[in-house]
């Protein structure tokens, strides 16, 4: 459930711009069509007046459209479609007398002002031409003469289309708002991030990863993916209980955040580069590390959290993890397989012994002779290998 909203929700908040660009082409296009269309009856019947604003609006809708299209940002896209719509409106309105049967287009064209625009816009853009349209058959013998229906009928269905369309852009309105507060009061937090530990999930960390992976690709710092289980978690659960092994994870995650850096150096935007990735398996990107030497100081740092002892809990005296390092790119090129191989690095340093890193490299793991050390223990254990 969280990936599908973390999935979605950038979307859902997104959601009134996407929907406005959309709504502004497909306006667009159909009111270069029809305008087009319009244009040439125009000339064939000598309206050449007409058939100048109709050709004008069209190229305006189309260099509009161009801008959308290459720009991918509203500006005033959707304002100068709707100033294009109203002043064919208007035209529809004070000359109808001459164009009778064009007249139903003001419907469309009302709809479509207040759809496209904000609620307020488009209710000031409406309200403000059926102000016109009352006036104009008040005052003005023209309008409506040659109309089927009377003009009051005529004023009542426009009346009531901007009361509809206007009562629907007010509702759409206030749940996007609802949405939006909630995704910048931190709902994202349900779909981003471990709600046990506050790290990342796995689901972000990969989102954001891949996206990184891509960008440092061609720097020369150096970047590691670091895969981290904590030693004889089990047995803490079996023990102590799951509210015990809770505690544990929520400390181990705790120092984790105190200890690795999880903002970017350029944009001191907060990253997701350390993630609870399943149980008590963590994962950490260590990208813009400037030497291969700074990586094994925070390697070495990450397996000596709880050198001065573990606090998190009265029963749980001590905690060490074992820890696995895949270098990007020299072991993989994408993070699937950079996952893999720091795993295996992870699962070998368990097997040396725990409480130590290991790193990865090609179907080989390197020796702890190629690391440094981390206890006495380890180096006597290398002597009499």
């Not at 959309?22 to 019947?45: D, E, P, Q």
């Not at 820890?323 to 699962?347: F, I, S, W």
């Amino acid at each position: 459930m969280s990936n599908f909203v973390g999935r979605h929700l950038e979307e859902m908040a997104d959601i009134r711009a996407t929907r406005k660009c959309k709504l502004v082409r497909l306006c667009s296009l159909l009111s270069i069509c029809v305008l087009t269309g319009y244009g040439f009856a125009y000339f064939a019947n000598h309206e050449n007046v007409f058939a100048t604003i109709n050709f004008v609006c069209c190229v305006v809708l189309a260099l509009n459209l161009w801008h959308l299209h290459y720009h991918r940002s509203l500006n005033y896209s959707d304002l100068i479609l709707t100033g294009v719509l109203m002043l064919q409106g208007v035209i529809l309105l004070l000359y109808s007398e001459r164009f009778p049967d064009r007249l139903m287009w003001i419907f469309p064209i009302i709809a479509a002002t207040i759809l496209i625009n904000e609620f307020r816009t488009g209710l000031l853009f409406s309200v403000s031409f059926c102000a016109l349209a009352i006036a104009a058959s008040l005052f003005t013998d023209a309008v409506f003469t040659q109309l089927d229906t009377s003009h009051e009928r005529f004023i009542l269905s426009l009346v009531v289309i901007c009361l509809i369309c206007n009562t629907a852009s007010f509702y759409y309105s206030k749940m996007l708002n609802y949405i939006q507060s909630l995704y910048r009061e931190g709902i994202e937090d349900l779909a981003y991030l471990d709600q046990l530990t506050g790290l990342a999930n796995r689901w972000s960390f990969e989102h954001w990863a891949t996206k990184k992976l891509a960008e440092i690709i061609h720097l020369p710092s150096t970047t590691a993916l670091v895969f981290l289980d904590i030693d004889d978690f089990k047995e803490i659960n079996d023990t102590y209980g799951h509210e015990v092994g809770d505690r544990v994870l929520q400390q181990f995650s705790k120092r984790l955040k105190n200890n690795i850096r999880t903002r970017d150096r350029d944009s001191n935007k907060h990253d997701y580069s350390i993630a609870r990735f399943a149980g008590d398996e963590f994962v950490i990107l260590l990208y813009d590390v400037r030497s291969k030497q700074d990586l094994e100081g925070i390697l070495h740092r990450i397996c000596h959290l709880f050198q001065d002892s573990y606090s998190g809990s009265k029963q749980v005296s001590s905690l060490t993890v074992s820890v696995g390092v895949a270098l990007y790119p020299q072991d993989a090129d994408n993070l699937h397989e950079l996952t893999r191989c720091a795993d295996k690095a992870m699962y070998a340093a368990k097997h040396k012994g725990k409480n130590q890193f290991q790193y990865y490299h090609g179907d080989t793991l390197c020796s702890l002779q190629e690391i440094p050390t981390l206890t006495e223990g380890n180096v006597r254990k290398l002597n009499n290998a």
